[in-house]
């Protein structure tokens, strides 16, 4: 299950957006003093889509099954969080557990609401005291490892305990993460394209290698009208910092007003946050839909058809044989499925075990047994 974390300074709406993202006000502590979240609480978001909707009345399908993410509410971080301070390090431990990251700021004025850095609203600054948060952390990881090697490097050779080879390679891409983030760039904003560095670097679960999404906290007029005094400043520190991480503005206390009144379900914000994250993270949706039901699954762009066969079940990747898709194009303005027809018309399908698959496919698996 993928799952992703919100993180943020104490104080900047990071358990209202918890709320508003599961649509459940009992969970999660909204609070107005620092610190009010200490564990990461955690819940499931079904993922809305219009395609499974459409399969499901297409394919009569008895029932839908929609796609999910996990989501962690994570306690506020805080200016030297990675020296221990203020719980700093369970924070980070949590934070190195999600496969993406949800970066909230505040962007609201509010007097009543506290804000734990000189009570000044300023999201540059407190975005840069997270990133900085975790960039050293990661240096830490580094560092150690570079220790590591390095004593490894100096011991003879014993038999094939130790490959040289290896160990200098992990050691160049330590040295090549260790100067990036030197220069205050996080580990994502690099196109790693060298499949040996790429498993190296996943081995670890570096904080700044999630991607992440960042969302502007404001008030509701600000939502409305996509404006805020500090839009123009973020988004030009995003294009030279973090040109790679998506920016959308949220009005937390708007949409728990709605969620409130129960009419989230309109509430386009939180399929655009959902959306952005799916792509950020790199996801796509398959479908298998029969009488039954129809169910969406999250899978890797670039993954094979066996490899979603692997998420239905394990035992469909190992016996794998064949796979019949039907494409979204093709069945997107379809009132009813007809086999036979698509057939017909040529617009079944048959692909190997190679077949990658595509955002909207319908895919049968042939297995063995
Ligand atoms: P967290 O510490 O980041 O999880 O922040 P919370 O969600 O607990 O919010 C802290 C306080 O700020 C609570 O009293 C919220 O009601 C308030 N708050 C959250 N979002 C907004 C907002 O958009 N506008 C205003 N004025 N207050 C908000």
Same mark, same amino acid.
């Given at each position: 299950n993928l799952s992703v974390g919100l993180v %943020?300074? !104490? @104080?900047? %709406?990071k358990s209202t957006i918890f709320q508003i993202l599961t649509q459940?006000?009992? #969970?999660g502590n909204p609070a +107005?003093?620092?610190? !009010? =979240?200490i564990d990461a609480i955690k819940s499931i978001i079904n993922i809305k889509s219009p395609i499974l909707d459409h399969y499901q009345t297409i394919f009569q399908s008895e029932k839908k099954i929609e796609s999910n993410l996990m989501i962690w509410d994570i306690a506020g971080l805080t200016r030297n969080a990675s020296s221990g301070e203020g719980l700093g390090n369970q924070f980070l431990n949590d934070i190195r557990n999600v496969d993406g990251i949800m970066h909230v700021l505040r962007g609201f004025q509010d007097e009543e609401i506290i804000h734990i850095e000189n009570n000044e609203v300023d999201p540059i600054r407190d975005l840069t005291i997270v990133n900085d948060e975790l960039i050293l952390k990661d240096l830490e990881v580094i560092e150690n490892n570079l220790d590591r090697l390095n004593k490894l490097k100096k011991k003879p050779v014993h %038999? &094939? +305990?130790? @490959?040289k080879i290896e160990l200098e390679n992990e050691f160049k891409v330590f040295e090549k993460l260790q100067d990036l983030l030197y220069d %205050?760039?996080? #580990? @994502?904003?690099v196109e790693w394209d060298n499949p040996d560095e790429i498993t190296i670097i996943n081995k670890? &679960?570096?904080?700044? !290698?999630k991607p992440t999404l960042y969302l502007l906290n404001v008030n509701e007029h600000d939502y409305k009208t996509q404006t805020n005094q500090y839009l123009s400043d973020i988004q030009h520190w995003l294009t030279k910092n973090s040109p790679h991480d998506k920016l959308l503005m949220i009005s937390a206390n708007y949409e728990s007003s709605l969620l409130e009144q129960e009419e989230? =379900? @309109?509430? =386009?914000i939180v399929n655009e946050i959902i959306t952005s994250m799916k792509s950020a993270l790199n996801l796509i949706s398959f479908y298998t839909c029969g009488p039954k039901e129809c169910h969406q699954w999250n899978l890797r762009r670039g993954n094979t058809v066996q490899e979603a066969a692997g998420l239905i079940h394990t035992d469909l990747q190992k016996t794998f044989i064949s796979s019949i898709v039907y494409k979204w194009v093709d069945l997107k303005n379809l009132d009813l499925f007809n086999e036979s027809l698509i057939k017909s018309q040529g617009k079944q399908y048959k692909q190997g075990k190679k077949y990658l698959v595509e955002d909207g496919d319908v895919v049968i698996i042939k297995a063995g047994s």
């Open positions: %943020g300074l !104490a @104080n900047v %709406g459940q006000t009992q #969970i +107005n003093y620092p610190f !009010a =979240t %038999g &094939h +305990n130790v @490959n %205050g760039l996080k #580990i @994502n904003q670890y &679960h570096f904080l700044t !290698a989230l =379900t @309109n509430s =386009t």
